[in-house]
Nanobody, 119 residues
C-alpha cells in the first residue's frame, strides 16, 4: 500500500503562484510514476502533469505547459507542482497520484487539495 498526502493549496489571485506538495509513505519503493490531476466543479478529473522515476521524464497537459513545473525527490518520496501565472480556469481540487507501472492507470490517490484562483 501507498499513502499520499497533498498540501499547499489555497486562494490566490490570477497571475499568482502556488506550490503543491505530495509526500508518499508505505511501499514507496514500488512507485514508478507520480502525477497530478485536477477536478473542477461539474467537470471530470483531468490529467495535469506527471514525472517518472527518472525525474527528467515529465509530461504536461497542453494548457499548463510553460506555467506549471513538476519535480520529484525520490529520497524524500515527495513530488511538487509549481504553478505560476495562474488563471481562473486552474481552479480545481488537485490530486496527487502514484502508479506502480510504466504505463497504465494510477494505483493510489491522495485526498486532494483545493486551489482557487480569483480573477
Amino acid at each position: 500500500q501507498v499513502q499520499l498526502v497533498e498540501s499547499g493549496g489555497g486562494l490566490v489571485q490570477a497571475g499568482g503562484s502556488l506550490r503543491l506538495s505530495c509526500t508518499a509513505s508505505g511501499r514507496t519503493f514500488s512507485i514508478y510514476r507520480l502525477g497530478w490531476f485536477r477536478q473542477a466543479p461539474g467537470k471530470e478529473r483531468e490529467f495535469v502533469a506527471a514525472v517518472g522515476w527518472n525525474v527528467e521524464n515529465t509530461d504536461y497537459r497542453d494548457s499548463v505547459k510553460g506555467r506549471f513545473t513538476i519535480s520529484r525527490d525520490n529520497a524524500k518520496n515527495t513530488v511538487w507542482l509549481q504553478m505560476n501565472s495562474l488563471k481562473s480556469e486552474d481552479t480545481a481540487v488537485y490530486y496527487c497520484a502514484a502508479a506502480l507501472r510504466v504505463v497504465g492507470p494510477y494505483d493510489y490517490w491522495g485526498q486532494g487539495t483545493q486551489v482557487t484562483v480569483s480573477s
